[in-house]
């Protein structure tokens, strides 16, 4: 097998771009047809988007959500890189490889957590108020 020197594979150029994108919504594409935590994830993006235009939150609480939601998803696609590295590596039961996938599921959880207390924090008093 003919070894590539890492520096000639990263040549820069506008092929090498134009793929970096395409390779990304690679990505995206097979995280939402492989894997169903993604799916709710974008389900409580559109949730929190319908609810900001509803309540016409202000523009530092758009920036929270956008970010938090972003969060959310990046994590959960590094979520699944790491699982889909981890069985490349191994196909046996490992506990090893277990703490690794639970730990990044457990990374996608706590933003999970940490960005149902932003919404209640932004849009709990603007539902009560309008009860």
Known sequence: MTTV??????IRGKKRLINSFKYAFEGLKYAFKYEQNILVHFLATFLAIILGIVF?????EWLVIFLIIGLV???ELINTSIEATIDLITNEINPIAKIAKDTAAAAVLVFGFTALAIAVVIFIPKIIALL
Request: glycine share 0%; proline share 0%.
């Open 56 to 60: 016409k939150i202000s523009e530092t």
């Open 73 to 75: 998803i990046a994590t």
């Open 5 to 10: 020197s890492r520096d000639k594979i990263k």
